[in-house]
């Protein structure tokens, strides 16, 4: 096993140079730098992380024009797919990653969009194996799950609107409370499900004996955590805004947040399994989100079906005539606004 782990070092340190003389000669002089940049960060040594200075050259390239931003992750993407060297393909997980926390916008925008032309999903690497040591096949579960783990991220930064656990998109918690208050019901709950998805994802990473220690998983397990925490200071937000709500909520909307409630307490007890996680676990959320999940619970219980019967009964007895006449407001009316922070208006 230890001739087999030198050799693979060996090829390794070839396959780098070739390809870094490869792109000296046929890449465009205006981009070369930046490819150069993108090969010496995603080295085939399994040991060593993206070196932070080409990183900062790839990250630099956002505040360049469209066209070289394009360049940039066409020729990221390019090599994650190319690649079977489990090392590579989490060298450039890692890269996309710090573009995503740490890219400027056009960067980011042309990392959510790619490819602009349709297509395949370049972060879609279900059937990714690199069979050669112990090592690195268990890095390939590692590689298979933060590509989907990035591909939610991905799809919850689209759904809130701006890019998660970014530090182009921090804003103030005041700020961000009076956002989620403006909401209708049916976006906040598809908000509070993407960021469950998200979680959900995290929950799932794995854990194998032979990756403990490992420079590039650790680097991996970091940026997580940071998303990780971010996500639930998002859920907290807006589990205290559907607290506001839940007198106000439809049958259907009580249901659906129940579902959601549930599926983020398995979350808990799965992260608290992962002894990673266990010392970043915030227990003011989850306790909201279980307090939540039981005032939902008791909503569905005690009023859910009384509500459904009353609207049912309503809806037969109501002639044409009156359905008109209730469109108009008449004194003593009320008016029900998206958040339950304001109280009923009476004409």
């Known amino acids: 096993m230890g001739r087999i782990t030198i050799l693979r070092d060996f090829i390794g340190i ?51 024009s469209r066209a070289t931003v394009s360049t940039a992750i066409e020729v990221l993407m390019d090599r994650l797919q190319t690649t079977r060297d489990a090392s590579v393909a989490m060298k450039c997980l890692i890269t996309v990653h710090h573009i995503i926390k740490r890219g400027s916008f056009i960067l980011q925008d042309q990392l959510s969009v790619y490819p602009s032309n349709g297509g395949r999903n370049y972060l879609k690497l279900s059937n990714f194996r690199d069979n050669t040591t112990l090592l690195t096949w268990e ?20 759904v809130l609107g701006f890019f998660l656990s970014s530090a182009s998109s921090s804003v103030d918690k005041n700020e961000e409370e009076e956002k989620v208050s403006s909401l209708m019901n049916s976006q906040l709950l598809k908000e509070i499900n993407s960021l469950g998805n998200l979680i959900e994802q995290i929950s799932r990473m794995p854990n194998s004996l032979h990756t403990n220690g490992n420079i590039l998983v650790d680097e991996v397990l970091g940026m997580v955590c ?9 859920v907290s937000i807006r589990v205290s805004e559907f607290k506001e709500r839940l007198s106000c909520l439809s049958v259907f909307e009580s249901v659906e947040l129940g579902f959601a409630s549930k599926r983020l307490e398995d979350c808990k007890e799965r992260l608290s399994a992962v002894g990673q996680m266990r010392n970043v676990l915030v227990e003011t959320v989850w306790g909201s ?33 009156s359905r008109y006449g209730e469109r108009v407001l008449k004194l003593g009316d009320s008016v029900d606004f998206f958040s339950g922070r304001f109280s009923k208006l009476q004409y």
């Open 226 to 234: 940071e998303d990780y925490l971010a996500s639930t200071n998002e």
């Open 289 to 321: 989100i279980s307090e939540m999940k039981d005032q939902v619970g008791n909503d569905e219980l005690y009023g859910g079906e009384g509500r459904l019967m009353t609207m049912e009964s309503s809806k037969n007895k109501v002639s044409e005539s």
């Open 139 to 158: 890095l390939s579960y590692w590689v298979r799950w933060y590509a989907l783990y990035l591909e939610n991220l991905l799809q919850t930064s689209r």
């Open 14 to 64: 070839i396959k780098d140079k070739a390809s870094q003389s490869k792109a000296a000669l046929l890449s465009d002089p205006k981009t070369l730098s930046l490819h150069l940049a993108l090969l010496r960060a995603t080295t085939h040594d399994p040991f060593t992380p993206p070196d932070p200075r080409h990183l900062a050259t790839l990250l630099a390239s956002g505040h360049t």
